[in-house]
């Protein structure tokens, strides 16, 4: 079972962060105790084969890959189901949990058949008889999940819609830009903010579905971090997207170095 499935199985919070890119932070991420790493196609110059290594790496460390996959949301229109053919790819390279942010429900339903594709050769995997064949449509749960993240305004119109769709098990909300369609840019704290969270963690839960959310940037401290994510879990967050671990990198060593450079008294 994925990482990210046990930890939530147990009723506990699930946590990670993303990458930008490099195999090499795996092990540090998993050493520090984080439970999935989310390499991110949408804004880097990472590639297929660089995604390979980094999911392998997670593999052999028991950690959770949730990939992000490009897509544009705002621009890309609700009718395209171009999203679908990098999903489709992901979920072919044994990567348990893919992500995309999608403008509608249309698309989210169809990243969701994606996920019962059958193809894994990207994996190594390839059916020899009939009753393999069979099987590779008959995946485990936890083998290929597909979460719709939602910060698009059109995404949030039709959440009804995507949280009534079959087969769906955890949604995802991001909350920079969900925070910005709702009016309140980097407001993560402002009520409405929390409100539209509180609906859709209600709905969700309703169906079973768990709600996953990204902590958010303004918060650069261990005490602020903390603070953050403890009242994320007490609104039904079942999985935080920490920060980036370059990201956490910078917040955390750059008052470490402005103390080290203060002068001395």
Not at 21 to 41: C, E, H, K, L, N
Not at 46 to 65: K, S
Not at 129 to 156: C, L, Q, R, W, Y
């Amino acid at each position: 079972m994925s990482r990210v499935f046990e930890r939530l199985g147990a009723g506990e919070m699930a946590l990670g962060v993303w990458i930008k890119g490099g195999p090499s932070w795996v092990p540090t991420i998993a050493r520090a105790g984080f439970d999935f790493v989310r390499p991110d196609m949408m804004f880097s110059a990472m590639d297929w084969r660089e995604l390979d290594h980094i999911h392998r790496a997670a593999q052999a460390l028991g950690l959770t890959t949730w990939l992000r996959v490009p897509s544009n949301p705002w621009l890309g229109g609700t009718e395209s189901l171009n999203v679908t053919v990098d999903v489709q790819r992901a979920f072919s390279l044994g990567i348990e949990i893919v992500g995309a942010s999608i403008a509608s429900a249309r698309q989210a339903r169809a990243c969701l058949e994606v996920a019962n594709d059958w193809h894994r050769s990207g994996t190594g995997e390839y059916p020899s008889s009939n009753e393999s064949f069979k099987a590779m449509h008959a995946k485990g749960k936890d083998v290929a999940v597909f979460a719709p993240h939602i910060e698009a305004g059109t995404a949030i119109q039709e959440i009804d819609e995507i949280l009534s769709l079959d087969g769906l098990r955890m949604v995802m909300l991001a909350m920079t830009d969900l925070s910005k369609a709702l009016g309140h840019p980097f407001e993560y704290e402002h009520p409405e903010v929390w409100r539209a969270l509180d609906s859709i963690v209600e709905k969700a839960g309703k169906r079973g579905i768990a709600v996953a959310a990204n902590m958010g940037y303004d918060y650069t401290t261990h005490e602020r971090m903390v603070e953050r994510v403890g009242r994320m879990r007490e609104h039904g967050v079942r999985a935080c997207l920490m920060q980036g671990a370059d990201n956490m990198l910078e917040n955390f060593a750059r008052p470490l170095l402005q103390e080290i450079r203060r002068p001395a008294h």
